[in-house]
């Protein structure tokens, strides 16, 4: 019966995980960037719901939509003004960039926010629920299915809307793109703008859950990174199966060799599948 | 002249510090079809590349029904009416035939027009429609040449370049999609169209442009220039 428990710990963990992992991996998709700010992105969504819950007493979950745009906001004018000059050179030479603009964001975290941990405690928790057994935190339920709509929310778009359709051409083949008459360049920025609003969005949810400092950006990261390999890059339902993959890892190796090597062992699950399965779980197939 | 078109004049481009092309021009009459032949390498598909804006022209330029078009982006230009079949196809192959078409008409907001050509396109090539949902990278290739050529008309152009139309297709499919080219030129759309067959160039087109090492040699009507014995040697393989 605990294995249920653990199960579905680690869903409701995996659940806020898939939508950390979903926007990096759009972005490393379709940009062909691997982008170190987004964990920097996820702590300042925390950030904005924390001061709108510490100073107005806005719910985590209704600031969401504030954080997700005014993340977002700052990954477009990041992208337009800075990343595009170097889109569609080699993966170190963005991959170097993103890692500088981190440093300095991080920096600028710390300066603002502090480097101390800060936690959102909510007035009127919702408690937990016990079925068949298994506690539910409801507060976490509910991130989780959050978490899960905007992933899939996402799958929607990229699928249905006209906007998606050139997502998906300028990652397929960008000059196609542009005889079809898409802006890449824009295309790019907005992908990469997306991708910040679900970091931005996570940082809400995450908020709900987790303790917050600057540095914890590099712990979301590193996850999003496991996530989006095991799931295959830019990959919706990968990074949504990857990230419930990873959540499932850490909830039952905790339990087993305790919290603090929980995600040690995720990576070294990630270096052994890699040997078995280069491609990961789902293969490297397109969001298609 | 009121019913040009296009007007290249004195175009010149190239990759980098290598030039391709040098001082090409002509023109193209509204709803005529016109060829481009030439050799391998002859800088075909890079005139095609320069008039859709893929890349800047380095001296001269061309002009879309009388707008100087040359430093326009490659958007303003398939607003302006001018759609690219690129060599190879490029289609977008993990999506269905149906959304590479709606990407062929990605500019456009006219939706009870864009209806209208959806419809228009799948009765041109039936295929299509039945095979509407499916991958466009699982097409046999003469289904790839006729989704490209119909993804161009979706944007509903005043001209349609198409590069390398029989490259790689087998004889009945060419003469199927050569069908529909003289069918879409009779609607009055005007068409350029890039072959290295030079028999089949011919046979649709009215004038032909012969291109050799990046420069014009010929302008002519396409009847003159299949009597030409250079040409004839050259691009049709008679001797
Ligand atoms: N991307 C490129 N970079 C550099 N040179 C190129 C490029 N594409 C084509 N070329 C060169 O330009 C010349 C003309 O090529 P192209 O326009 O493709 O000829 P064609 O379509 O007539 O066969 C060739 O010598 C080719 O090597
Ligand atoms: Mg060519």
Redesign the interface.
Known sequence: MIYLQYAANGIILGGLYACIAVGFSLTWGVLNIINILHGAFIVLGCYITYFAHQLFGIHPFVSLPLAGLMVGILGYATQAGIINRVVGQSVLVTLTLTFGLDLIFNNALILGFTANYRQVVLANPLGTVEVAGIFIPLDRALAMVLALLLTFGLYIVLQMS?LG??I??VR??R?????????VMRTYAITFAIGAFMAGAAGSLLSVVFPIAPITGHLFLSKAFVICVLGGIGSVPGAAIGGIALGLLESFSASIVGPELALTVAFVVLIALLAVRPQGIMGRE??? | MADTLLEVSNLSTGYGDVQVLWDVGFDITRGETVCLVGSNGAGKSTLLRCL???IPATAGGFRFEGREMAGR???DI??AGI??V?EGR??????SVH?NL???A??RHDKDGVRRDLDRVLSLFPILAQRRNQ?AGTLSGGEQQMCAIA?GMM?NPKLLMIDELSLGLAPQVVEMLSETIRAISKDGLSVLLVEQDAITAFELATRGVVLDSGRVRLIDATAKLAENPAVQEAYMGLA
């Open positions: 006209r359709r050139a998906v051409a397929f083949d000059e196609a793109a542009s005889l079809m008459g898409v802006n397109d969001m298609h | 859709s804006g893929l982006s490659p958007q398939v607003a759609a690219h690129p490029r289609l977008f192959g993990p999506m959304d709606l990407l062929g990605y500019l991958a993804r944007n």
